[in-house]
């Protein structure tokens, strides 16, 4: 990897500051904290053995686990619904996913639990051809394949060679230990692209499906945080394919309908429309204190997404650790839309509705229609800066300008849609971004460590503290099961 002095002049700004502003208490709450601590009581707390905040998959999945080996949960979620960032949505008479959707063949516990509740999936749609609008060139290729110009496929090869080398050698446990992690750290993703090929159309499509796949810019991104990201998806191959990839299947009628099923194992622990305003913690256990009411418990796991966990009231404070990781893990910005036709008309004319593009506002398209063949279903997104820029704006405002989108790619034929439906997560009060946080340089190697280490009684879960696929409903799963287990050791 080629590296310049650019990372001596950041080293303080980035890493050190971060560590500076670390200092003074230890990310565990020490038990004698804990015996010198005694929080006042509301009046009647009601009582049970563990308190859930948030019935997203990560919090499902804890909760499933505490109940079938026979502990007293509580689930409390601020929402009307279950599913956190997986959310049903109606498009011409069909249930869709208006959050995440894809499973990939190494999602493991996704599958079990999909096989599990009897619910079927399909592989994506990809027979014929694509189209990829890179640099002002629109070409097509067949399947996925990108359709490069002459000398650019082995660019783009080259580069992928050198990131995949880096991936491979990341520790998914703890990236922070890697050899050359503060070094790794206190680069951008676009520096280290920039530094490593100057072909314009590799630049533009690595931008383009990096923004599409954390939803945020390549400048805002730490390299050691990419690398890891990839690392816990196995390499950047598996996370942007569908083919074999992350996105190679999805389920008709919803990935959605997976959450309710598993949160009718719950019965009446799960309370909604009840947001957490406020976390106690003493030597005799937790006191949960929520707008549906007041819980005592001997352990809490806050299974929502690490900003929002911040906006808790929490007694002792938070370490400064935690407090400042959340600080400097935004939410990623995307609007998901979906766009119905009668019919999938563009594969009458061998196209399979896969489209790639750096031209604003969306990276592209896909088809997701449903298996009996229609209507005719595209699903796409407005990512990173581009949600930004129309996110709380009416949502005809937005339909107008992806029709056109897709007239423009498809012709005539698009330009009446029969249903149109979108879903603005910045604008989710209980998520405010989708589809899950980033670190920007120095984050990791100063802060990584606390992502997580619990805070006395309390655990942390939620997707992005999952070393193996963060960030995707699997990461969600895998680390409710772990807060989930810790609990259960601290139980005995």
């Given at each position: 990897?080629?590296?310049?002095?650019?990372?001596?002049?950041?080293?303080?700004?980035?890493?050190?500051?971060?560590?500076?502003?670390?200092?003074?208490?230890?990310?565990?709450?020490?038990?004698?904290?804990?015996?010198?601590?005694?929080?006042?009581?509301?009046?009647?707390?009601?009582?049970?053995?563990?308190?859930?905040?948030?019935?997203?998959?990560?919090?499902?999945?804890?909760?499933?686990?505490?109940?079938?080996?026979?502990?007293?949960?509580?689930?409390?979620?601020?929402?009307?619904?279950?599913?956190?960032?997986?959310?049903?949505?109606?498009?011409?008479?069909?249930?869709?996913?208006?959050?995440?959707?894809?499973?990939?063949?190494?999602?493991?516990?996704?599958?079990?639990?999909?096989?599990?509740?009897?619910?079927?999936?399909?592989?994506?749609?990809?027979?014929?051809?694509?189209?990829?609008?890179?640099?002002?060139?629109?070409?097509?290729?067949?399947?996925?394949?990108?359709?490069?110009?002459?000398?650019?496929?082995?660019?783009?090869?080259?580069?992928?060679?050198?990131?995949?080398?880096?991936?491979?050698?990341?520790?998914?446990?703890?990236?922070?230990?890697?050899?050359?992690?503060?070094?790794?750290?206190?680069?951008?993703?676009?520096?280290?692209?920039?530094?490593?090929?100057?072909?314009?159309?590799?630049?533009?499509?690595?931008?383009?499906?990096?923004?599409?796949?954390?939803?945020?810019?390549?400048?805002?991104?730490?390299?050691?945080?990419?690398?890891?990201?990839?690392?816990?998806?196995?390499?950047?191959?598996?996370?942007?394919?569908?083919?074999?990839?992350?996105?190679?299947?999805?389920?008709?009628?919803?990935?959605?309908?997976?959450?309710?099923?598993?949160?009718?194992?719950?019965?009446?622990?799960?309370?909604?429309?009840?947001?957490?305003?406020?976390?106690?913690?003493?030597?005799?256990?937790?006191?949960?204190?929520?707008?549906?009411?007041?819980?005592?418990?001997?352990?809490?796991?806050?299974?929502?997404?690490?900003?929002?966990?911040?906006?808790?009231?929490?007694?002792?404070?938070?370490?400064?650790?935690?407090?400042?990781?959340?600080?400097?893990?935004?939410?990623?910005?995307?609007?998901?839309?979906?766009?119905?036709?009668?019919?999938?008309?563009?594969?009458?004319?061998?196209?399979?509705?896969?489209?790639?593009?750096?031209?604003?506002?969306?990276?592209?398209?896909?088809d997701c229609s449903p298996p009996e063949g229609k209507p005719g279903f595209l699903v796409?997104?407005?990512?990173?800066?581009?949600?930004?820029?129309?996110?709380?704006?009416?949502?005809?405002?937005?339909?107008k300008v992806i029709v056109q989108r897709v007239v423009d790619f498809f012709g005539p034929?698009?330009?009446?849609?029969?249903?149109?439906?979108?879903?603005?997560?910045?604008?989710?009060?209980?998520?405010?971004?989708?589809?899950?946080?980033?670190?920007?340089?120095?984050?990791?190697?100063?802060?990584?460590?606390?992502?997580?280490?619990?805070?006395?009684?309390?655990?942390?879960?939620?997707?992005?503290?999952?070393?193996?696929?963060?960030?995707?409903?699997?990461?969600?799963?895998?680390?409710?099961?772990?807060?989930?287990?810790?609990?259960?050791?601290?139980?005995?």
């Amino acid at each position: 990897m080629s590296t310049d002095k650019t990372t001596s002049k950041t080293e303080f700004t980035r890493r050190n500051a971060l560590k500076l502003l670390g200092l003074g208490t230890a990310g565990v709450l020490a038990e004698d904290v804990l015996h010198g601590t005694e929080v006042a009581s509301p009046s009647s707390p009601q009582a049970t053995e563990v308190v859930v905040v948030g019935a997203g998959f990560s919090g499902l999945a804890a909760a499933r686990n505490l109940v079938r080996q026979g502990r007293k949960v509580i689930v409390l979620e601020a929402r009307d619904r279950v599913g956190g960032r997986v959310k049903p949505g109606k498009l011409a008479g069909h249930t869709i996913d208006l959050g995440g959707m894809w499973v990939g063949p190494s999602q493991t516990r996704l599958l079990e639990l999909l096989q599990e509740y009897g619910v079927k999936t399909t592989p994506q749609f990809l027979a014929g051809k694509d189209i990829m609008e890179i640099t002002g060139r629109r070409v097509t290729a067949e399947g996925e394949d990108f359709g490069f110009a002459p000398g650019d496929q082995p660019d783009y090869d080259r580069l992928l060679e050198k990131l995949n080398a880096l991936v491979a050698v990341i520790p998914v446990e703890a990236p922070w230990t890697a050899a050359n992690a503060e070094e790794l750290d206190d680069m951008t993703v676009d520096e280290w692209l920039r530094a490593n090929t100057q072909n314009k159309a590799v630049l533009s499509l690595m931008n383009m499906e990096i923004r599409a796949t954390f939803t945020a810019e390549t400048y805002q991104i730490s390299l050691l945080y990419f690398l890891f990201y990839l690392r816990s998806g196995n390499n950047f191959d598996k996370i942007m394919s569908f083919k074999n990839g992350a996105q190679a299947f999805h389920v008709p009628g919803s990935m959605h309908q997976l959450a309710p099923k598993m949160a009718a194992e719950l019965g009446k622990a799960l309370v909604m429309q009840a947001p957490v305003h406020e976390i106690s913690q003493d030597a005799k256990g937790v006191i949960v204190v929520s707008e549906k009411g007041t819980w005592h418990a001997n352990r809490a796991i806050v299974a929502i997404p690490i900003p929002l966990a911040a906006r808790i009231a929490y007694r002792p404070e938070l370490p400064p650790e935690r407090d400042i990781l959340s600080e400097h893990m935004p939410m990623g910005s995307v609007i998901k839309y979906w766009v119905a036709y009668e019919k999938p008309f563009w594969r009458d004319r061998g196209m399979n509705g896969l489209v790639l593009s750096d031209e604003p506002p969306t990276s592209g398209f896909a088809d997701c229609s449903p298996p009996e063949g229609k209507p005719g279903f595209l699903v796409g997104f407005f990512e990173a800066s581009r949600a930004i820029r129309f996110t709380g704006r009416p949502m005809e405002e937005r339909k107008k300008v992806i029709v056109q989108r897709v007239v423009d790619f498809f012709g005539p034929e698009a330009a009446n849609p029969i249903d149109y439906i979108d879903c603005d997560w910045p604008s989710d009060p209980w998520s405010r971004g989708c589809y899950g946080p980033s670190m920007g340089p120095g984050v990791l190697t100063s802060l990584g460590k606390n992502l997580r280490t619990s805070f006395g009684r309390i655990h942390w879960a939620g997707t992005e503290t999952s070393p193996v696929w963060t960030g995707y409903i699997e990461g969600a799963i895998r680390s409710g099961e772990r807060a989930a287990a810790e609990v259960m050791d601290n139980l005995k």
